[in-house]
Structure formats: C-alpha cells, structure tokens
C-alpha cells in the first residue's frame, strides 16, 4: 500500500466553510477569504508527494485521507479519486475536491467531503496555531 503524510497547522483564520473543496499550504498566512483551508505551514506542497503515489492516482485509483489532530485524539476520514488530468506541480498547495475539476493543485475529485463537512471539534481546535494536523494519504485496492 501507497502511503503519504502531511504535517501542518492550525490558524486564528480557519473556517473551512467553503462547500467543494478542502486545501492545506505552505503559506504562513490566511485571510478569512481562504475558506477552504484547513491547515497552514504545510511541510509538503503536492509536487513533494511521494511519486508512487502520484503514479497511482493518475492510473485513477481511489484514496483515503485521514485526517487527525495527534494531541487531542480527534480523526476524520475522505475518500476521493485520483485522475489520469493530474499534474501535481503546485508548489504551495494540496487540494481535495467533491468536484471532477483537476488542475495542478488537485490530489483527489469526487471526495466525500469538503471543507464544510468535516468535523466541526477538529475545526475549531485548528484555530489554534500550535495545533498540528496530520493527513495521511492511502491508496485504497478495491
């Protein structure tokens, strides 16, 4: 099994309400416009992901992300889809989509989940910088 994790962090401005979509970045900073962002300080951008994994995806296989806050025992799950589109180029961002919609931000369409959807306690603890998100990707065989 293809796995992958991601490290990053909470912020004062984390309102993950936006509808489709759900995005972690490198960026240190955000704006209450950025909605669908759940974590900043990202210690990998999607170019940085594993090139197995990325190879899977692009053959269309499914992934599972799981979501977890470590310090407070708090865990959430997305499945979405990977694409033969994908490029994973971006130098910033990881972005997952309910949506078809790819370009070279996207890790996974079709998800379950979006920002809006995801649990609400894990949510408001991520208003804290000094909260720590881990995702954790896998490539699902079914």
Known sequence: MFSET???WGHPNI???HKTTFEVTK?????KRGDCIIGVRA???IRDLNENLK???KLGYKAKIILELPDYGIKDEIVGLG???MSFKHKKDIVVRKSNYVCDRTLLIKATKSAFEIDREMIKL???PSTRLILK???IND
Do not use: G, R, Y
Request: no cysteine; aromatic share 0%.
């Open 15 to 17: 309102t993950a309400l």
């Open 83 to 85: 694409n033969e589109k």
């Open 43 to 45: 210690n990998k951008a």
């Open 6 to 8: 991601v490290e990053a």
């Open 137 to 139: 990707i896998e490539i």
């Open 126 to 128: 991520l208003k804290d």
């Open 55 to 57: 190879e899977m995806l």
């Open 27 to 31: 960026d240190s900073e955000l704006s």
